[in-house]
């Protein structure tokens, strides 16, 4: 493994313009982490990871690199790209064992994270770093969001998400309240009335978008996003049909594959699938099945009614009348994204949302209500990641900037009230 690493980060050329950088949406400096670990300054490489993305450790396995650095770099248009893939596992994975470092001297502020995905866990991160006391109100028993409960566990092992909640909350002091709905019990007036000075809302999209065809609420139909939630929960069958070809279709599909369903299809409107390249051949090479230009009309017991579509060179896709057929299957699993849940949305009036349902930000990830930020999924609907990181780094700094203003204003008044 060593070996093989140091060989792809010998094969860096060490660009004056790294193109792969550019490609990274969150400007990892990969030149420079190829750079020291080459010099043996391993602790160096992993402390500038992780300080750059709090999540180097999982973007490293899941990141679309054939699309980002990878797919960036300049050895790749004639031959092979360095993948930094390997190289960031590595580093970032020796150098998560090395942290053990305390938390910071408390400032007495108060923040409050609602929800623990990608967009919480960052922020959590970046605000104990500055010395806040941070708590984490998370819906399911564990953190991660989709990171545990929406990507299966042979892409991201378990194990990975709690050593960050080992390394990054346990060890900062940072507070978790597992199974604990904010917008139920608890509201964000009782966060600001027990003292949290800002709230960040990082909830996600958990609500599954729905065909709205007939037979859709049938007893065999599910949907993506619940069964990754808990795939031995479901009970399949022999033959899925998955109506969907996107990243999630694919974690979907090798799921089922590997709890027992022999054969499974995935069916697109168009000639081509959505998911990345790379998860498309993954699926391919496990036996997933795919189908294209069909669309899903009616679902009924024994299967699934499509029709063809016809594909004009600019990609509109037309119905093609009489063309209907029934095509038989023991299930079915609709992944076609996903939208934010409105519970807490519907709590709180003050919060503006966009048609889609996303909650509503400027650029430094202020919604409408003051003091509540919010990032992620929950702001950009489905993304990567590590776009998810990116955004969340600005907003992070936002709410710091945002409770260090607060805190003078309060110190000022006291002065006054002297």
């Not at 594959?257 to 299809?265: E, F, K, M, S």
């Not at 990345?276 to 009616?298: H, I, M, R, T």
Request: aromatic residues 8%; contains cysteine; neutral net charge.
């Amino acid at each position: 493994m060593a070996l093989h690493v140091m060989s792809e980060a010998a094969s860096c050329l060490q660009c004056k313009n790294p193109m792969c950088r550019k490609g990274c949406p969150i400007n990892t400096n990969i030149p420079e982490a190829i750079r020291l670990l080459r010099e043996n300054k391993l602790d160096e490489a992993g402390w500038m990871l992780f300080e750059n993305n709090p999540l180097t450790t999982v973007c490293s396995l899941i990141c679309n690199h054939e699309k980002q650095c990878e797919g960036h770099c300049i050895k790749g248009i004639k031959g092979t790209p360095v993948h930094f893939s390997i190289i960031e596992n590595y580093i970032s994975t020796y150098y998560a064992s090395q942290m053990t470092h305390g938390p910071v001297e408390s400032n007495g502020i108060k923040a409050a994270i609602v929800g623990s995905g990608p967009a919480g866990i960052t922020v959590a991160i970046i605000l104990a770093r500055y010395g806040y006391d941070v708590t984490i109100f998370e819906s399911k028993d564990k953190i991660g969001g989709v990171l545990r409960y929406g990507i299966p566990e042979f892409r991201l092992p378990k194990a990975v998400l709690d050593d960050i909640k080992y390394r990054h909350i346990d060890m900062k002091n940072i507070k978790f309240r597992p199974n604990v709905v904010v917008g139920s019990a608890i509201t964000i007036d009782d966060l600001f009335r027990d003292g949290y000075k800002s709230v960040f809302v990082g909830t996600g999209v958990w609500k599954p978008n729905a065909l709205h065809i007939k037979g859709e609420t049938l007893g065999h139909v599910h949907y993506g996003i619940n069964y990754l939630n808990n795939p031995n929960s479901f009970r399949l069958g022999n033959r899925l049909f998955i109506i969907g070809a996107g990243n999630a279709a694919m974690d979907v599909a090798r799921t089922a594959l590997r709890n027992g369903t022999h054969d499974v299809t995935c069916f697109s409107l168009s000639k081509k699938v959505a998911a990345s390249e790379y998860e498309f051949s993954y699926a391919q090479l496990e036996g997933v099945s795919f189908e294209y230009n069909l669309k899903p009309v009616e679902i009924q017991d024994g299967g699934v009614v499509f029709r063809q579509l016809e594909e004009a060179e600019d990609g509109t896709l037309t119905e093609v009348p009489g063309s209907d057929r029934m095509m038989t299957c023991d299930s079915v699993i609709v992944s076609i994204s996903q939208g934010p849940e409105t519970r807490l949305l519907d709590e709180q009036k003050t919060i503006e949302t966009s048609q889609r349902g996303t909650v509503s930000i400027d650029a430094a990830g202020k919604t409408s209500r003051p003091g509540v930020f919010a990032s992620g999924d929950v702001t950009l609907g489905a993304k990567t990641v590590v776009e998810a990181v990116a955004q969340s780094k600005l907003v992070a700094d936002s709410m710091h900037q945002y409770m260090q203003s607060l805190a003078a204003k309060e110190r000022a008044r006291s002065g006054d009230s002297k």
